[in-house]
């Protein structure tokens, strides 16, 4: 679902970049994919650590995005992935990073709150690429049994 987003999104944020930000095409575009990897990594991260209440509540559009730890977490990794990955300067990192990942996160959460999203449905958007011990884990931590209920769900 985050590749989908992504790839509705990507020439908002390709221009963005280029034109505010004085990126050169590649840079844009190799900024957009460690945008996807950020995130990623940020929500499997949170869902490895049993933190599905505040993913849900993220993706169910509870929260409003620019106050939400978890968005704010990964603004901060995005930037310091464009600093180290790309050689950006702090400014057009932070500059980059608070633009492009609240936009990329109320496109995502637009259309999961949309889905009626409840924990079974959000472990299995994000728990793709996570190994079977992962899952498993994940799983023992969803609330009120339902880890138990949704069985082979994870095999």
């Not at 679902?1 to 999104?9: H, K, N």
């Given at each position: 679902?985050?590749?989908?987003?992504?790839?509705?999104?990507k020439g908002d944020l390709l221009?963005?970049?280029?034109?505010?930000?004085?990126?050169?095409?590649?840079?844009?575009?190799?900024?957009?994919?460690?945008?996807?990897?950020?995130i990623t990594e940020g929500f499997q991260n949170e869902?490895?650590?049993?933190?599905?209440?505040?993913?849900?509540?993220?993706?169910?559009?509870?929260?409003?995005?620019?106050?939400?730890?978890?968005?704010?977490?990964?603004?901060?990794?995005?930037?310091?992935?464009?600093?180290?990955?790309?050689?950006?300067?702090?400014?057009?990192?932070?500059?980059?990073?608070?633009?492009?990942?609240?936009?990329?996160?109320?496109?995502?959460?637009?259309?999961?709150?949309?889905?009626?999203?409840?924990?079974?449905?959000?472990?299995?958007?994000?728990?793709?690429?996570?190994?079977?011990?992962?899952?498993?884990?994940?799983?023992?931590?969803?609330?009120?049994?339902?880890?138990?209920?949704?069985?082979?769900?994870?095999?």
């Open positions: 679902m985050i590749e989908d987003i992504l790839s509705q999104v221009k963005d970049a280029i034109s505010k930000y004085g990126l050169t095409e590649t840079k844009a575009e190799q900024s957009v994919d460690v945008a996807k990897d950020t869902l490895k650590a049993g933190n599905i209440s505040g993913l849900l509540s993220l993706f169910q559009g509870k929260t409003e995005i620019l106050k939400n730890p978890i968005v704010l977490g990964l603004i901060n990794q995005y930037a310091g992935k464009l600093i180290s990955q790309l050689g950006l300067s702090t400014q057009a990192a932070e500059g980059i990073s608070k633009f492009a990942i609240p936009f990329i996160v109320n496109q995502l959460t637009n259309k999961t709150a949309q889905e009626n999203m409840d924990e079974g449905s959000l472990v299995e958007m994000l728990g793709k690429g996570l190994g079977d011990d992962i899952l498993n884990q994940v799983k023992g931590n969803l609330p009120g049994g339902l880890g138990d209920a949704l069985g082979g769900f994870f095999k």
